[in-house]
């Protein structure tokens, strides 16, 4: 990812150098600890804070990958990789299991899920419902920018999931922000730019606020399972009657292997109150747009040589997940840096040490986008409150596809969409700052009808 240095300048890593505590620079390591914060070291520049925060990123991808226990706690006796199974993260909330109806309460952190009644009767299994970066992508709900669904080379959609830690989930439900009425009344007492979710503290022992992004491809006849960190789902399609929504859908529920082709962690630490955006992919995805046609040999998941069709466009509508697709064509706008290329190699040399065939080993650092101008002591600032993010521009080609490039105000910046978050205060989203969150967005009325699954 290309970084625009003239952006921030020395002041930018002046700033970060002082709230941080530099250490020497270390090999890469297996560890199931979540890192509380970016590590420095020295002698500071923005190319070495860059790398400080892929190796944060790396570390955290790692730690959120670990084997888990039933509770959801990393297995601490059982190494990353040496075989394919229940992630740290997979035992975390989706977002639908927080935003309930009429703005009820979530349940405990322990509860299990609510399954759609399509599913009741399928075997057990990890329910994925989105088919875009946003709720209704189908009819473009709470439609941020340009987006679609992503179809793979079987003609069939991916499925998308938000989940949030504990610590994010506590910060919702402590604060009420789950209804309207919750977000009303916790913003109405904050001034603006307040942050709502917890930064954590590395004096403390405690992470901060972390949400998981994650894109997962049906398995087909033509794929090696054996190349996925696959989970069994129960892939979800809400029925539709409304014409003016789309196409008529049926519900439906089936249960199909899944694999995981993109995943965004999104980390709140005391030295990036805006968060620190991190996208990792499968190695597999797609080509560079820079690599000559002759060479894009692949095979990719979203990408054919053979393919006449125009590269990183929606599919043609209607969008109908009913029905097989025509495969997506999709390049990488902005190729890899190749210190992040670098960076990969170690990561999957090490995850290969524990097992040569560890699944792990086949995903990658894209980016990482933070803030080169932090606020000290988990604020934001009013007069920078997008902290100068570095680099100004990051996408995951399986999550914001559509909208890759560095063109200001069209291309993908994490920190720059996010700042545009809002919640409920008013009767109208999108009236006040949502601490980089759309998810507040999803909050309903304890007084509304309006129903999900």
Request: glycine fraction near 6%; proline fraction near 9%; charge should be neutral.
């Amino acid at each position: 990812m290309r970084m625009e240095v003239s952006r921030h300048g020395p002041l930018g890593c002046a700033l970060l150098s002082a709230l941080l505590v530099p250490a020497a620079s270390a090999a890469p390591s297996l560890s199931p600890q979540i890192p509380f914060d970016v590590t420095v070291t020295k002698p500071v520049s923005l190319p070495s804070l860059q790398a400080d925060f892929d190796d944060l990123s790396w570390q955290t991808f790692i730690a959120l990958n670990w084997p888990a226990l039933d509770n959801g706690d990393p297995n601490t006796g059982t190494p990353i990789g040496k075989q394919d199974g229940a992630t740290v993260w997979e035992s975390w909330k989706e977002s639908y299991q927080i935003f309930r109806a009429k703005g009820q309460a979530p349940l405990p952190w322990n509860a299990p899920a609510t399954l759609p009644d399509a599913c009741k009767s399928l075997k057990p299994g990890r329910l994925l419902q989105q088919m875009g970066k946003v709720p209704d992508v189908l009819d473009e709900f709470i439609q941020p920018f340009e987006s679609g669904p992503l179809v793979d080379q079987n003609g069939t959609y991916t499925r998308n999931e938000i989940v949030v830690n504990q610590s994010m989930f506590n910060g919702i439900v402590d604060n009420g922000l789950y209804s309207i009425e919750g977000q009303q009344q916790f913003f109405a007492a904050k001034p603006t730019n307040a942050v709502a979710f917890s930064c954590g503290s590395s004096n403390t022992k405690q992470v901060g606020a972390l949400m998981v992004k994650a894109s997962w491809k049906v398995l087909g006849g033509n794929d090696r399972t054996q190349d996925f960190h696959t989970v069994n789902a129960l892939v979800y399609t809400p029925g539709n009657s409304d014409p003016n929504k789309g196409p008529i859908v049926e519900e439906s529920c089936k249960s199909e292997p899944v694999g995981l082709v993109g995943l965004h962690i999104v980390h709140k630490t005391n030295s990036a109150a805006q968060w620190v955006w991190s996208t990792f992919e499968h190695v597999n995805n797609v080509p560079e747009k820079s690599t000559p046609l002759d060479q894009r040999v692949g095979p990719y998941l979203f990408y054919n040589a053979a393919s006449k069709s125009e590269i990183n466009q929606p599919p043609p509508r209607p969008w109908n997940p009913a029905v097989k697709a025509t495969p997506s064509q999709i390049v990488r706008e902005v190729p890899l840096t190749e210190a992040t290329k670098s960076l990969n190699t170690r990561y999957q040399a090490l995850l290969r040490t524990v097992n040569p065939q560890s699944v792990w080993a086949n995903y990658q650092l894209i980016s990482t986008q933070w803030p080169s101008a932090p606020s000290s002591n988990c604020q934001i600032s009013a007069a920078n409150p997008l902290g100068s993010p570095a680099p100004l521009f990051l996408a995951n080609a399986t999550l914001e596809t559509y909208i890759q490039g560095t063109v200001p105000q069209a291309s993908s910046s994490c920190m720059a969409c996010h700042g545009n978050a809002a919640t409920h205060v008013t009767e109208s989203p999108r009236t006040s700052f949502a601490d980089f969150t759309y998810l507040l967005e999803r909050a309903q009325s304890t007084g509304a009808t309006r129903s999900q699954p």
